[in-house]
C-alpha cells in the first residue's frame, strides 16, 4: 500500500505484535488474502492461533496456493491445532460477487469474531464498475467494503452476543485521505456525493485514491456512533508505507518515483501488517477512529463543517445504495439513518 508516499521520510518503527495475542476459538474473515498487506495479515492471524481463518479471494486457485502457504508456515504449522482455511471467492469490483459472498457467509458460517476488509485498488484512469457503472475505485474500496460491513454486521453482532466477547470490524484506510481533493473542492450541497465521484470530468489521478479512503473513514465514525464497542469495535487503520503490488496499474513515471521512495522507505508487507493484526485486537479507545502506527490518527477535514456535513450525507447515501442491492439489509443490521 503506497500510503504517506511523500510525508515525513523515515516511519515510525512498528514493534512485533505480543507474543500473549491469541484468537483461539475465534473465526477471522480477511479480504485481498492471496498477496500484500491481506497475505501477511492472514498469516499472523493464524500464526496467533486463530480457529477458522475465512479468505476472500479473487482467484479461487491462488487461494489454495495461499491456504497451503499459511499451514506450511513453520509457526503454524508448530501449533498444537492448525487452524481450518476457508476459500470464498470475492470479487469486489463486481457487486454480484460481494452479494454472494455475503449470502453464503450468512449461510454457511455459523459465528464471526473479525472481519479485516484489506482489499484496495488504485489505477490510474477513470474506469466503470462493469456492473454498476460507479466508478472502479469507489466501487472497489468503498462502496463494496461498505456493503460487506452492513451485510455481514448482524454475524459479527451476534457472535459476540453469544459468546460474550466483542468482536472486530476493521476497513483498510490510508493517512493519505488528508490529500483529498474535497478539502480544496467541495461536493455541492445539491450533489449527491456518489453522484458525483461517478463524473469523469471530477476524476483527478493524484487524490481520487486518497477520496475513497475518506469516505471510508466517514463511514466508520457513522457506523461507530450505532455500535456499543464492548459487542463490536469499529475501526480503520492505515498500514503506512508498504511494499505492495497496489501501485502495478499506475503510469510508469510514477511507479518508477514511487519504486524509488518505497526501496528507501517502506515497510515489508509482514511490519505492515502488524497495524492490521493489531486495529482487530485493539482497545475501546480505537472506536469509530482511524489508526496508524499502533496510535489514533485524526483527521481535520472530519471535523471542519465541510466535513462533518458531508459524513452524514454520504452515511445516508450509502445505506441507500445498499438497500437498493439488498433490501432489508439495513434494518436486520439495525442501522437505520
Same mark, same amino acid.
Given at each position: 500500500?503506497?500510503?504517506?508516499? /511523500?510525508? $515525513?521520510?523515515?516511519? #515510525?518503527? +512498528? @514493534?512485533? *505484535?505480543?507474543?500473549? %495475542?491469541?484468537? &483461539? ?75 454472494? /459472498?455475503? $449470502?453464503?457467509?450468512? #449461510?454457511? +458460517? @455459523?459465528? *464471526?469474531?473479525?472481519? %479485516?476488509?484489506? &482489499? ?218
Amino acid at each position: 500500500m503506497a500510503d504517506d508516499l /511523500f510525508g $515525513s521520510f523515515f516511519q #515510525a518503527t +512498528v @514493534p512485533p *505484535l505480543p507474543k500473549s %495475542l491469541t484468537f &483461539a476459538g475465534k473465526t477471522a474473515i480477511v479480504t485481498g488474502a492471496t498477496a500484500g498487506l491481506g497475505n501477511a495479515a492472514a498469516l499472523q492471524i493464524a500464526q496467533h492461533n486463530v480457529s477458522t481463518l475465512i479468505l476472500g479471494v479473487r482467484s479461487l486457485s491462488k487461494g489454495e496456493t495461499t491456504k497451503a502457504e499459511i499451514l506450511a508456515d513453520p509457526v503454524v504449522a508448530a501449533l498444537p491445532t492448525k487452524p481450518s482455511i476457508l476459500l470464498y471467492e470475492l470479487d469486489l469490483a463486481r457487486p454480484s460477487s460481494v452479494a454472494s /459472498f455475503a $449470502s453464503k457467509i450468512l #449461510a454457511e +458460517v @455459523p459465528t *464471526l469474531d473479525i472481519l %479485516l476488509l484489506n &482489499a484496495a485498488l488504485a489505477i490510474s484512469t477513470f474506469e466503470r464498475s462493469p456492473e454498476t457503472e460507479n466508478e472502479l475505485m469507489t466501487q472497489v474500496n468503498y462502496l463494496s467494503n461498505a456493503y460487506l460491513s452492513v451485510r455481514l454486521f448482524p454475524l459479527l453482532h451476534s457472535t459476540a452476543q453469544k459468546a460474550g466477547t466483542k468482536s472486530y470490524l476493521t476497513i483498510v484506510g490510508s493517512r493519505l485521505q488528508d490529500t483529498t481533493d474535497f478539502v480544496k473542492n467541495p461536493v455541492p450541497e445539491s450533489t449527491p456525493i456518489l453522484e458525483y465521484l461517478n463524473n469523469p470530468k471530477k476524476f483527478k489521478l493524484t487524490t481520487r485514491y486518497s477520496d475513497t479512503k475518506v469516505l471510508v473513514a466517514m463511514f466508520v465514525r457513522e457506523l461507530a456512533k450505532r455500535v456499543d464497542p464492548s459487542v463490536v469495535t469499529v475501526n480503520t487503520v492505515c498500514p503506512g508505507l508498504v511494499s505492495t503490488g497496489i501501485n502495478s496499474n499506475q503510469p510508469a513515471w510514477l511507479r518508477a518515483v514511487a519504486g524509488t521512495i518505497m526501496a528507501l522507505r517502506a515497510r515489508t508487507p509482514e511490519v505492515g501488517a502488524r497495524t492490521l493484526v493489531n486495529a482487530v485486537s485493539a482497545g475501546p479507545e480505537s472506536h469509530g477512529e482511524h489508526l496508524g502506527d499502533y496510535k489514533i490518527w485524526n483527521n481535520k477535514f472530519l471535523n471542519t463543517q465541510n466535513g462533518t456535513s458531508m459524513v452524514t450525507r454520504l452515511w445516508k447515501e450509502t445505506l441507500a445504495a445498499i438497500e437498493k442491492e439488498a433490501p432489508g439489509s439495513v434494518q436486520a443490521a439495525g442501522l437505520e439513518a
